[in-house]
């Protein structure tokens, strides 16, 4: 498994709209082959704050979200608003169990 923790901010006003973006994307990015989940979430300690939580099979699935139309078009929308560059951490992970 592959996993990917990006975080961003931006200016207060604009998260609503930063927010709207993803969402927007969401069903896509969700649907593409190898995805496991794609989370996304608003800081309540932050307001400028936003974290995606990227769950994916491997890597290859995940550079097929970065070359996607998806990724580019929230880029696009994006990253006029971030007011600090992204942080984004990668990991490989074995799961151990997923209990419910």
Known sequence: MFI??????TAPADRTSALAQLDAESDRVRAMPGN????????????????IVH????????AGYQ????????GEVLRPMMI???VS???????????R
């Not at 769950?55 to 995940?62: G, I, K, N, R, T």
């Not at 951490?89 to 209990?99: G, I, N, P, S, Y």
């Open 4 to 9: 990917a923790i990006v975080d961003f901010r």
């Open 36 to 51: 496991i989940a794609f989370r996304v979430y608003a800081s309540r300690a932050d307001e400028s704050a936003i974290a």
């Open 55 to 62: 769950e994916w099979a491997d890597e290859q699935s995940f």
């Open 67 to 74: 070359a996607s139309d998806s990724f580019a078009r929230s």
């Open 84 to 86: 600090a560059p992204p």
């Open 89 to 99: 951490r990668r990991f490989r992970a074995d799961l151990l169990e997923t209990v």
